[in-house]
């Protein structure tokens, strides 16, 4: 499923992010980027020891909630890895929706900043960080749309969704922005 917004698109498929050529691939890391399962366990079993070699190296601090940091992609067929930190959902009253808005949203200013072309996102926080993928599918494609013009040189966005009902969630939140 696609939209276009001028000489942009936003893309929804159903797949895997590891599988996906593009500029940069998302990874939906955690604040320590000490692995984990999800996209980042696949992330790094796909992309080999270099990315995290690289996270280690750039990045000993970690990197806050609601923030993303870039390396190379390893043996991913993409040029860089942003990894963003989603936040855990606990409840929805401290900060979740602004803290996922502003991920997605540095993830953007880094494609920017790193001259990709093409981006592709898994749904961030909605596995092991519990985030509801209705809410996450309207905060997601919202902040894409509302900062896809400050990232002109960014020509592609596309949401990986691993399975058919987060596809179903993110579907819906395009058709109603659109
Ligand atoms: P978080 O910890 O931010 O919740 P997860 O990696 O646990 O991140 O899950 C985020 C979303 O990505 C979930 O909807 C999960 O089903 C999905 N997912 C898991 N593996 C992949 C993959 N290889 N490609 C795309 N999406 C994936």
Request: aromatic share 8%; net charge negative.
């Amino acid at each position: 499923m696609r939209a276009d917004f001028g000489q942009q698109m936003i893309e929804l498929v159903e797949g895997d992010i590891t599988a996906q050529r593009v500029d940069a691939i998302v990874n939906a890391a955690n604040s320590r980027l000490a692995g984990g399962g999800g996209v980042d366990g696949a992330i790094h079993r796909h992309g080999g020891p270099r990315i995290m070699q690289e996270t280690d190296r750039l990045y000993p601090d970690g990197c806050p909630t609601g923030s993303a940091v870039v390396t190379g992609a390893g043996n991913l067929a993409a040029k860089h890895v942003i990894h963003a930190v989603g936040p855990f959902w606990s409840g929805g009253r401290r900060g979740e929706a602004e803290l996922l808005a502003s991920a997605y949203r540095r993830c953007l200013e880094l494609a920017r900043e790193n001259d990709c072309a093409s981006i592709a996102f898994p749904s961030l926080s909605t596995g092991a960080y519990r985030y509801p993928i209705d809410q996450a599918a309207r905060v997601a494609l919202g902040t894409v749309f509302d900062h896809l013009a400050d990232a002109p040189a960014v020509q592609l966005v596309r949401f990986v969704l691993f399975s058919a009902g987060p596809f179903a969630a993110f579907a819906a939140a395009l058709e109603e922005l659109h």
